[in-house]
């Protein structure tokens, strides 16, 4: 009777839960110590956008952006070359690094880092450049001694401008997606891979010549999808190879980081998954004897959404709808969880990297750089039925503050999802004493969103697909419309009550431990996110 009696008890506890789900979360299990998975932002072409640049101290990206990565800023195309004359063939030393050399000290105003991304190669290095899809030249130099020279002479201005023990701090890469023959292409697969190891060796050879041997460098692989050639050679040649350079065997290489995209919300493409995206090169690396190499993702998201007017891409690889934001909480979740060390964004903003109203991925990134130095801790499903969509949480606790932190999302990869879920956090060996705590949770959907009033707001005032030189679906709006009338509604009217609109709230209630544990219940909705911050008085 009394195994009678239990079985009904569980069988009622089964049915209560259906439809909801339950995880253990056991805060007496540290883990590892998380860096910050949103420390990097990339910028497309640096032009003058930190000379003078001043984001709104309520929503700066600078909280937790530590380094701000300047792609191909030293080459490849007569805006980006650094020289007095880019088209002087006859002179191949006339530089002129201020240009980065003052986008650079922005950075610096602003609290981050400068990330160069060395590359292409000037044109004026290749008698006859070879321009593809990105706008820049493809082709190696012609003398390799030369571009060692002009890295050399950069290294040198940037120590010179800010100081060596500075420049120290900075990161370095070789190129953008070096085994994309859209960026680096030599002619046959062999060729490209020898070509862009010696451009590596020489360029890697000049920053330790003139910066020094700690100069912290790495490569940027495409690896998401194949290749020119496969990045194992180029790995393999830092681990073993002849350098071009020296002589010696060997490379320097401090880091490697890959590109991760999705082709649509709802379809991923031919494309790897992003555990084996960075696992593919970590597991290169370490076959090589390259351990303790550090791991991120240099460029990515969404490629493209709603049609608009440049085959529906979007401008900052990110859509506007709720979607978004469990979809970077799913992203962050993988990166904790597999040892990937961030995941850099192109945008944050309603006008592009530093103006204008705070996007979800914002909300979403400035929650979770409040990880960084927290130690991650086991989570368990204990219940939960099939439900078409991903509910998950990840838990962190911070001794230095004594903070523990939850991250928990209902993701599902439509952004036309609408199914709730209800979930159970059963918390355990919690670091504080039995009695009153405090949980203050963030709640990230359209309730802090400025998008949905701006599709609200464009079938009002008639602002069809045409006035976007981008998807529409972008929430980069100041960058995208292209419409005059639009542009003046938009930024005269509008955008001053995007920004309230944007702004997340946090809701703060007590709660009470018993012999260290502690039940959380919510309801999240389709594609929300909420972070939980709970700590003791």
Known sequence: MERLIAWVLAALQWLAGLGG???EIDAGQPGDVLGNVVSNVNVWEMGTQFYDAQPAPENDIYEFVEYVQLMQCCGGSPARDLFRDPADRSVLDDYDFSRLIRNCAGILRLGAKPCLKLGSVPEKFVAQPLIRGFGTNVLPPEDYDVWYAYIAALGTALTEAVGRDEVLTWHFTVMTEFENADWFDAGAPAASAEAFCKLYDYAVQALIDTVGPQVYVGAHAMAVTEGAWE??????HCAQGVNYKTGATGTKLNCLSASYYVEEPGRTGKRKDLETTVGDLRKAAEQYGLTGLDYGVDEGRVLCASPGRDDSQLLSRTVGDQWQAAFDAQLYARCLTN???YFSAWSYKSEGLNAGSPTLS????????KWR???????????????GAEIRPCAAYDAQSGTLRIMAYNYKNKTDYRRSASLRLQLRQLPFRDGEVCVKAYRINDDCNYFD?????????GIGDDCFSWSPDCPNI???LIDPAARALYFEQLAPQYAAASQLTPETAAATVRDGALTLKTNLGPNEVVFYEITQP
């Open 21 to 23: 789900f339950t995880y």
């Open 231 to 236: 990045e194992e050679q180029f790995i393999r």
């Open 339 to 341: 040892g990937i060390g």
């Open 362 to 369: 914002f909300h979403v990134a400035r929650q979770i750089a």
């Open 373 to 387: 130095g927290s130690q991650l801790l086991p989570a368990w499903r204990l219940q939960g039925l099939r439900h």
């Open 453 to 461: 009033d701006w599709r609200r707001d464009r079938a009002a005032y």
């Open 478 to 480: 100041g960058g995208n």
